[in-house]
């Protein structure tokens, strides 16, 4: 019979509610009522499908066994003896005492990175981001077509010190690269406060492609930082080595009126993982074993909204400032909740360095909570958001903009520029990726010609209005493959449909931030000791 770490495949129902046979692994097994089950994860999808699955779902004739782990190198084939060791030899050639250099760990072999899951969009292909924009891919520039006709004339030429960079473009199909006119001019890297024309051309109708991304396309690429962070609440978690942290440990969640099937693992207390539902006080996020104890509890609960300021207000939608040392036990509550829906994340109870803002919607009963994210009271690399998420009866309703839309209002206060936390989830970073766009799009096709001369913008001048950090503006200039080199400056090329899609996706988002309705002083939290 199968055991954990052996792969088969496994039959499930695909998008279309087609029977499909994808590979999985075998992370556990248990029986319940005599009858065994096996907790498959899906190989190269991602880790919220994982599920119990009965025998029958199993293709046993095409069990894989898990591979033994390499055994330890030899030395010029000899068995038996160790690979050298550039350390080991120069303590020899110094006739240093080698008796105490230890022997490399035996046996070991290093985690093959899993491959995303999810249908990779145009946006996983970008490159990483740099302060300077970089050659585009081929698969960009495979979105950019023949301009006809120009619809604006704009022409001015940049400055003689700015630096300068080549970048790809497409005609009639073909790549080709722009070069200078000048046989011995040289070429230097661009720097964010040279002007950019801005051109807008009648395209065809293939250049589609180059449209924003819609919140229903997939795309799980993101850059890692080298280093995670690893103080807070919620940090970077890369390892998944612990077999336990890999499967989902609670059935259910009954949030208010909703009811919530978790997505990964959190660390709720052991005995509440047995249970088959799961009941949380929807104003102060308490968790208790049944609906009596829920009900008990709402009688001596006086929370009817999340503690804290409310600094925001219009219509339904409210924010309120939660400070993660002055309500220790909600932020760590409201964590625990977080964690359910964020793999890429893992949880630590020191909440103190963390402003916490939660988005609620208010009713005849109360302000329910729709979503939050959580930001460093004082970051050192202008983060301006830690972790962030839409609680899932409210997803692809608008309200994972809003979140962005705030923190970058707040960002606007305090008179800075911000970025979110990596590396963000997959579903994260298509909302930002949208956010991005459509707001640079917006501050583009509002610029206005003087004196009949081309209008010019830089990326510094974006950064700016937006409070988006510059790399974040250049990814998404060169994301949208709207950024060109030619003849000698950088132009911007919108085109039709990029200006029909965008309009289109504008008159979508009815929800947005009002800067009038917000209430917010910034604190300077490096002179409030240790908050």
Not at 180 to 207: H, L, W
Not at 370 to 388: L, M, R, W
Not at 454 to 465: A, G, K, L, V
Not at 485 to 501: F, H
Request: hydrophobic share 30%.
């Amino acid at each position: 019979m199968p055991q954990p770490g052996c792969r088969l495949p496994v039959l499930r129902k695909n998008q279309e509610n087609e029977d499909e046979w994808p590979l999985a692994e075998i992370l556990s097994v248990k029986d319940t009522l005599g009858r065994k089950l096996y907790y498959v994860h899906y190989v190269d999808f991602n880790k919220r499908l994982d599920e119990w699955v009965t025998p029958d779902r199993l293709d046993i004739k095409k069990l894989q066994f898990p591979k033994k782990e390499a055994k330890t190198p030899t030395k010029n084939g000899l068995p038996g003896s160790r690979p050298s060791s550039p350390d080991r030899d120069v303590r020899k050639s110094l006739d240093l005492n080698v008796q105490s250099a230890s022997a490399p760990s035996r046996g070991k072999t290093l985690p093959t990175p899993k491959r995303k899951a999810e249908s990779v969009s145009l946006a996983s292909q970008v490159s990483a981001v740099t302060s300077v924009p970089s050659l585009p891919s081929s698969t960009e520039v495979s979105q950019a077509s023949v301009y006809p006709a120009v619809r604006e004339a704009f022409s001015t030429k940049s400055r003689e010190d700015e630096q300068l960079t080549s970048i790809t473009t497409v005609t009639n199909g073909t790549t080709r690269r722009i070069l200078p006119s000048q046989p011995g001019r040289k070429r230097k890297n661009c720097g964010t406060d040279e002007m950019i024309k801005v051109f807008q051309y009648n395209s065809p109708r293939n250049a589609s492609g180059c449209l924003p991304p819609g919140e229903d396309s997939q795309d799980s690429s993101d850059g890692i930082p080298s280093a995670p962070r690893m103080t807070g609440s919620l940090v970077s978690d890369r390892s998944h080595d612990d077999i336990v942290t890999r499967m989902k440990n609670i059935d259910c969640i009954e949030l208010g009126r909703h009811r919530l099937k978790p997505w990964y693992f959190s660390p709720y207390p052991q005995e509440l993982t047995s249970l088959p539902v799961l009941y949380l006080c929807e104003f102060c996020l308490k968790y208790l074993k049944s609906l009596k104890c829920l009900q008990r509890h709402l009688t001596k609960c006086n929370l009817r909204h999340p503690p804290g300021n409310e600094i925001y207000r219009k219509g339904t939608i409210s924010f309120f400032e939660i400070d993660g040392r002055k309500n220790k036990t909600y932020s760590q509550n409201l964590c625990l909740l977080a964690k359910c829906f964020l793999d890429h994340k893992t949880l630590y109870y020191d909440t103190d360095p963390f402003l916490f803002y939660v988005m609620t919607e208010y009713d005849s009963k109360g302000f329910h909570i729709v979503g939050y994210f959580s930001k460093e009271k004082e970051s050192t690399e202008d983060y301006n958001v830690a972790c962030i998420l839409t609680l899932p009866p409210y997803q692809r309703r608008g309200y994972g903009k809003l979140l962005i839309e705030f923190s970058y209002e707040l960002s606007k206060v305090e008179g800075k520029t911000g970025t979110p936390e990596k590396p963000l989830s997959d579903l994260g970073l298509l909302s930002y990726r949208s956010y991005w766009s459509q707001t640079i799009l917006e501050i583009l096709m509002e610029l206005k010609s003087d004196n009949g001369e081309r209008p010019q913008i830089t990326i510094n001048e974006i950064s700016e209005i937006t409070s988006v950090k510059k790399e974040d503006v250049i990814s998404t200039l060169q994301y949208l493959n709207l950024i060109n080199y030619y003849k000698g400056q950088y132009i911007l090329t919108l085109s039709e449909d990029i200006v029909e899609g965008h309009e289109r996706a504008m008159q979508k988002r009815h929800l947005r931030i009002d800067p009038k309705c917000l209430h917010f002083t910034p604190k300077d939290w490096s002179k409030r000791g240790k908050w």
